[in-house]
Nanobody, 116 residues
């Protein structure tokens, strides 16, 4: 069974940092472009950052550019999202998926709450 499992979320103060991980199991995702997405309460799920299969090309939403860094370790079948200078508006459930996303690969997500 193919699974993407997100971890690393939590409660952090404004200005703090978190590192999210997305571990894939059941198949290798090293040939796939991958992405991080987030969904705030009452809002649609939106793209945060993407990375191509080799890690050589990345994209960031304007709202996180300069603060977040997406990376991947294909040997570990894992992608990461380093989040710095967190703001209250970053509060959301964060998900990983292939890019463009596939309905079968949505996991449970990991909650990030930025609050003082």
């Amino acid at each position: 069974q193919v699974r993407l499992v997100e971890s690393g979320g939590g409660l952090v103060q404004p200005g703090g940092s978190l590192r999210l991980s997305c571990a894939a199991s059941g198949r290798t995702f090293s040939n796939y472009n991958m992405g991080w997405f987030r969904q705030a309460p009452g809002k649609e799920r939106v793209i945060v950052a993407t990375i191509n299969w080799s890690g050589g090309s990345t994209y960031y939403a304007d709202s996180v550019k300069g603060r977040f860094t997406i990376s991947r370790d294909n040997a570990k079948n894992t992608i990461y999202l380093q989040m710095n200078s967190l703001k209250p508006e970053d509060t959301a459930a964060y998900y990983c998926n292939i890019n463009p996303p596939h309905a079968n690969f949505w996991g449970q997500g990991t909650q990030v709450t930025v609050s003082s």
